[in-house]
């Protein structure tokens, strides 16, 4: 892992699209600022792991034929 230190209004770049700023710091907490291009998704961690988990339950669903030709009808 790469760790960097910045101050407030300071910016870390990643590639040529993707730009984080710092914005606040008061205690423990940071306001982070991200600037990507919309074809880029950005989440807090703990909504991707559940977008991950969701989309990995229904990939291991199982339906019957016959249930999707009932929707399809």
């Not at 910045?6 to 606040?24: A, F, H, P």
């Amino acid at each position: 892992m790469l760790t960097l230190s910045r101050k407030i209004n300071e910016s870390i770049m990643i590639g040529n699209d993707i730009e984080i700023t710092i914005l606040d710091v008061k205690g423990d907490q940071v306001k982070i600022g991200i600037s990507a291009p919309k074809a880029v998704p950005v989440y807090r961690k703990e909504i991707y792991v559940q977008i991950q988990d969701v989309n990995k339950e229904a990939a291991d669903s199982e339906v019957s034929f016959d249930a999707l030709k009932n929707i399809f009808k």
